[in-house]
Nanobody, 126 residues
Framework: QVQLVQSGGGLVQAGESLRLSCTVSGVQFSYYSMGWFRQAPGQEREFVAHIDWSSETTTYADSVKGRFTISRDNAKNTVHLQMNSLEPNDTAVYYC???????????????????WGQGTQVTVSS
């Protein structure tokens, strides 16, 4: 049984930083690419960042590029999202997700992922 357990998040002021973590169990973590999504109240879930299984390729939403960094530690079955220069528009529930094997959906499409973390609230005050 695949489990994704998230940690981190909280309430910060604009300009500050947070780090989210997601630990995966029940699957060979190093085989899978991982993503982060977020969902603000009343809005659809949106893509934030993606990292491939080897960490060679990372992809970001334009809205977070240059401020957020996705990384992974395959020895610890963990993926991180370092969020710097946070803005009030970054306020949302953040989710990590495991990409399906052989998915033909694009990495920005939530349908490309078949396991999700429980979500963690990030609130940025102005």
């Amino acid at each position: 049984q695949v489990q994704l357990v998230q940690s981190g998040g909280g309430l910060v002021q604009a300009g500050e930083s947070l780090r989210l973590s997601c630990t995966v169990s029940g699957v060979q973590f190093s085989y899978y690419s991982m993503g982060w999504f977020r969902q603000a109240p009343g809005q659809e879930r949106e893509f934030v960042a993606h990292i491939d299984w080897s960490s060679e390729t990372t992809t970001y939403a334009d809205s977070v590029k240059g401020r957020f960094t996705i990384s992974r530690d395959n020895a610890k079955n963990t993926v991180h999202l370092q969020m710097n220069s946070l803005e009030p528009n970054d306020t949302a529930v953040y989710y990590c997700a495991k990409q399906r094997s052989g998915s033909y959906y694009g990495i920005r499409d939530s349908s490309a992922y078949n396991s999700w973390g429980q979500g963690t609230q990030v609130t940025v005050s102005s």
